[in-house]
């Protein structure tokens, strides 16, 4: 397998509402889809989710499949970009918490930018857990039973959360890639086991 494909075989949920933060979600998605992934726009805007960058309104995005439908069973990770307008919308439907929640339940990779740090929040996965964000955020983090790393990005067993500015949005893409292709790794490994065995 080319290293550049690790990730060949594996289909990533990317949750967004309008307003995400741009960069983080193309960037992610441009990242993944050389490794060889298939990602997919899970939302709950119909048709088209429109992006934020800097300080106005992007590009729009074709939606892939519709938040109120969608199954965490059918992904093998997640990405949640940031983007306030975009976690705000998130926040309003209780899909949004069915829908990270399966992949917490089934320990799959989850892995939250910047800001994003609010829908886990909202979700009630940072209780007990070491996470990272923006700096602002550390005070609600411990509020909620949560305990904050200076060091970004921070991984947990299968979460990862980080600040996600253009410093260290870079580190944020990084460290997905690494929690990815190990569990990719995890999964052809197992698949290839039971295969035997069935053999």
């Not at 300080?55 to 969608?70: E, P, R």
């Not at 260290?168 to 690494?178: C, E, I, S, Y």
Request: overall charge negative; aromatic content about 6%; charged content about 25%.
């Amino acid at each position: 397998m080319s290293v550049t494909k690790v990730l060949s075989g594996s289909k990533i949920a990317i949750l967004v509402a309008n307003g995400c933060t741009e960069q983080d979600m193309t960037e992610a998605q441009r990242a993944l889809i050389e490794a060889g992934a298939t990602t997919k726009i899970v939302s709950p805007e119909a048709g088209l989710v429109n992006g934020w960058s800097g300080k106005s309104w992007g590009h729009h995005y074709a939606v892939d499949a519709a938040l109120s439908t969608a199954l965490s069973a059918d992904y093998d990770m997640l990405v949640v970009p940031g983007g306030q307008r975009s976690l705000d919308k998130l926040k309003l439907t209780a899909h949004t918490k069915r829908f990270i929640n399966g992949f917490m339940a089934a320990e799959k990779p989850v892995v939250a930018y910047g800001d994003a740090l609010h829908i886990l929040l909202t979700t009630d996965n940072v209780r007990g857990r070491t996470v990272a964000g923006p700096v602002d955020m550390k005070d609600v983090v411990l509020q909620a039973a949560g305990h904050w790393s200076d060091v970004t990005p921070a991984r947990e067993n299968n979460l990862v959360t980080g600040a996600a500015d253009e410093e260290t949005r870079k580190d944020m893409v990084a460290a997905m890639l690494d929690i990815f292709i190990e569990y990719a790794k995890i999964r052809r490994e197992k698949a290839m086991a039971e295969t035997a065995v069935a053999a």
